[in-house]
């Protein structure tokens, strides 16, 4: 199980290893950094993403109640906890009032400290629960489900469109999500994320024979969004060590652990990434409108109803706009399918937040891009989206020429 992340927040650096020392006994909390004064607090909690942070009052620079205001702000999941002095009564009512969730009186006692802690985790958690919409949970289903992200073609946004899913979902469901990057050669996952994994797959299978729920546990490497991340190797030449049966096991094992398993996958039928095909509950094919895309993507529905897998398909059209000069509807009929989402092309946002490692649909929530993928999400919460296959008409053009 992850820990509860602890954020110390005081000028004094006596009080704050006293802090330190009051939790080091505590299992399931640890202390992920520490900043003497507001300003600090706020830089480093939006680095850190703690769940819990203990804020001193009075300090230099920035106050704890400024401080608690700004953070509540940018971070509403964050639980503020203001350490006080007898007599600041006064103070604390604006603390309060900026969003702190409680207060402790110093001095206080290790397990006052670790039940107040464990009290406002819990009481987030459930607030956030209660975020989501009551239609939304009935729609959510009860059972896993494993959501392959695929094409045969690379660059066509696989990983984007898988990492912005998987934020999207934890999100609108509040549910645990998983994410596991099986391009095992060129995996991009961790860096679209800005994780830094200590530990990948690569170490994960060595482990394969003694494999259980806690041990996959401590290999995923949490994201502040909630997300859980199984990268792939750091290294290209390590991909050949992890086989389909491990990859296999893995995804079994994350399915009894987590509502909603998200695969990315490198642009090939390989062995790794049939296993994920055949474990999966949706198959999301990512199109484009360019030729070499449509005839792979054809291709590919061609394989995937030979591997009796067609049924799971659904098509999102990423990069979707009128002016490649080859409209969708004719790609629909060419494909003998419908687009079940599409994903608008934004270089602006899409490539700022690849590059600075924040997924669109936390950095730029009111952006188009955003909004189709939380329609994506939506489609994949209800299972929506099969298609049936359309009668194929008469091709034009280009099309004609591929196709005909
Ligand atoms: N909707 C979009 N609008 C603009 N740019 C996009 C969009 N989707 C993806 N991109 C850009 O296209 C590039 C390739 O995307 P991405 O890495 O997600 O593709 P991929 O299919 O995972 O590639 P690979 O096959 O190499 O793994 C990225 O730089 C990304 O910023
Ligand atoms: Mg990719």
């Known amino acids: 199980m992850s820990k509860i992340k602890v954020l110390i927040v005081d000028d004094i650096a006596e009080t704050r290893e006293n802090v330190k020392r ?19 607090a706020v830089t480093l909690a939006e680095k ?4 819990i942070i203990l804020m001193d009052i009075n300090m230099p620079v920035m106050d704890g109640i400024t401080s608690t205001e700004q953070i509540s702000l940018k971070l509403p999941r964050a639980g503020i906890i203001i350490m006080s002095v007898q007599g600041e009564q006064e103070y604390l009512k604006k603390a309060m009032m900026a969003g702190a969730r409680e207060y402790m009186v110093k ?14 985790f819990d009481f987030e ?4 629960d209660k975020l989501v919409p009551a239609e939304r949970k009935a729609e959510i289903r009860q059972e896993p489900q494993v959501i392959t992200v695929f094409s045969t073609k690379g660059g066509v946004g696989k990983t984007t469109i898988a990492t912005n899913l998987a934020v999207s979902l934890v999100r609108e469901t509040g549910r645990k999500v ?22 990948t797959l690569t170490e994960l299978v060595q482990e394969i024979g003694q494999l259980d729920g806690e041990l996959l546990g401590s290999y995923l490497v949490p994201h502040p969004s909630g997300v859980k991340i199984l990268p792939a190797p750091t290294r290209p030449e390590y991909a050949e060590l992890i086989t389909a049966t491990q990859v296999e096991k893995i995804l079994g094992l994350l399915k009894q652990n987590y509502d909603y398993i998200i695969v990315d996958t490198p642009p090939v039928f390989n062995d790794t990434n049939l296993v994920a095909l055949d ?24 394989v995937l109803e030979s591997l009796h897998q067609r049924g799971k398909v659904r098509i999102i059209l990423n990069r979707s706009s009128n002016d490649f ?24 946002v899409v490539v700022a937040s690849v ?12 952006s188009p891009v955003t909004l189709s993928i939380k329609e994506l999400t939506k489609m994949v919460i209800t299972g929506d989206g099969t298609q049936e296959q359309l009668k194929i008409k008469e091709k034009k053009g280009l099309l004609k020429r591929l196709f005909g």
Request: net charge negative; no cysteine; hydrophobic share 45%.
């Open 48 to 51: 850190l993403r703690p769940d």
């Open 325 to 348: 000069g080859i409209k969708y509807e004719d790609v629909e009929r060419s494909l003998g399918f419908l687009v079940a989402a599409h994903v608008p092309s934004d270089g602006r």
């Open 279 to 302: 474990a999966s509950d949706q198959i999301l094919l990512i199109l484009a409108l360019d030729l070499p895309t449509i005839k792979n993507i054809k291709l590919s529905l061609e």
């Open 355 to 366: 590059n600075k490692g924040v997924p669109f649909a936390i950095s730029h929530p009111g």
């Open 107 to 120: 001095p206080f006692s290790s397990d006052e400290l670790a039940e107040t802690i464990r009290k406002v």
């Open 125 to 128: 958690a459930r607030r956030i």
């Open 22 to 40: 009051l939790m080091y006994f505590e299992e399931d909390m640890e202390v992920v950094g520490e900043a003497g004064n507001g300003e600090e």
């Open 178 to 199: 998983a994410l596991i990057d099986l391009d095992l050669q060129f995996g991009d996952v961790a860096v679209m994320l800005n994780v830094m994994p200590k530990r």
